[in-house]
């Protein structure tokens, strides 16, 4: 079985900045996308940032050069930097893999989230 779980939410005003981190525990054999979602009440989950094993990364357009994400492949862990926030950043953030298993199958797993609050 493969855990991930998420540290770093909190409250912060608008303008600050967050550190998000992801570590992935368990019968791992390769990790390959990392991402970010986040979902606020009433609205479906939202894709924030992915990056792959070779550290290619994607961004939605809304954190585009205010987010950072990024990875330690030795560790299994996921970051996202959250700088220049701002209240629309509010929402539960979950980290989500794609993991291989000793098994030989691919499976995908979800962390259980953490609170954003960006509010002043």
């Known amino acids: 079985q493969v855990q991930l779980v998420e540290s770093g939410g909190g409250l912060v005003q608008p303008g600050g900045s967050l550190r998000l981190s992801c570590a992935a525990s368990g019968s791992i054999v390769h990790i390959y996308a990392m991402n970010w979602y986040r979902q606020t009440p009433g609205k479906q989950r939202e894709l924030v940032a992915d990056i792959t094993s070779d550290g290619s990364t994607n961004y939605v357009d809304s954190v585009k050069g205010r987010f950072t994400i990024s990875r330690d492949n030795a560790k299994n862990m996921v970051y996202l930097q959250m700088n220049s926030l701002k209240p629309e950043d509010t929402a539960v953030y979950y980290c989500?893999?794609?993991?291989?298993?000793?098994?030989?199958?691919?499976?995908?797993?979800w962390g259980q989230g953490t609170q954003v609050t960006v509010s002043s």
């Open positions: 989500h893999s794609v993991v291989s298993l000793p098994t030989g199958t691919f499976t995908t797993y």
